[in-house]
């Protein structure tokens, strides 16, 4: 939730709260309707020492008292305490996600690296394995280079070859074993 929807909910919750909040108040302190003495019937009783009751259809409303100060000023306390809990709640969720991060996914990624090295130096060596049965296979051309002069080219390759692979292999698990070292 951004900003600006969480600060219109929590306005609108405190909205709410305070009419309730004067509402309550109101109740509390209004008469009692027991109290009041409500008359029966559709005429008006005769004079009881000079005074004379409200007809039966009407009813007077009881005037609203006016909140106290206080009551408005803990309602709003209350009301900036709850934002300041929401607020650092929030931090608390992005200092957690932080904390998650570091706590699963850099050794994650850490042994994901480490597994990619492993597999491309296997690729590597089984490519230099190749190598070595070609120069295995070509080592005799080594002597005879004045007659076959394209297998001798071709030994070159496959030891060239054998080089270059075999150095990617043997360097590729020296650097998994580094990183997963933590180097």
């Not at 027991?34 to 009751?53: C, D, F």
């Not at 259809?57 to 100060?69: I, N």
């Amino acid at each position: 939730m951004d900003r600006v929807r969480f600060g219109r909910a929590l306005g609108y919750g405190a909205r709410q709260a305070m009419k309730t909040l004067v509402t309550a108040v109101d109740a509390a302190t209004a008469e009692s309707p027991a109290s009041k003495k409500q008359v029966r019937g559709g005429e008006a009783p005769s004079s009881v020492h000079g005074q004379v009751s409200p007809p039966v259809g009407r009813v007077e409303s009881p005037e609203r008292k006016p909140v106290a100060p206080k009551v408005v000023q803990a309602a709003g306390a209350t009301a900036s305490e709850v934002a300041a809990r929401a607020r650092e709640a929030q931090k608390g969720l992005r200092k957690g996600g932080r904390r998650f991060g570091e706590a699963v996914w850099r050794p994650f990624v850490r042994l994901s690296g480490v597994l990619w090295l492993e597999v491309t130096g296997v690729f590597f060596g089984i490519f230099a394995l190749f190598a070595l049965g070609g120069v295995w296979r070509l080592h005799g051309a080594w002597r005879a280079t004045a007659g076959n002069e394209a297998e001798h080219r071709n030994l070159l390759g496959a030891a060239a070859m054998l080089a270059v692979f075999g150095y990617f292999c043997v360097s590729s698990f020296v650097r998994a074993r580094r990183r997963e070292r933590g180097r």
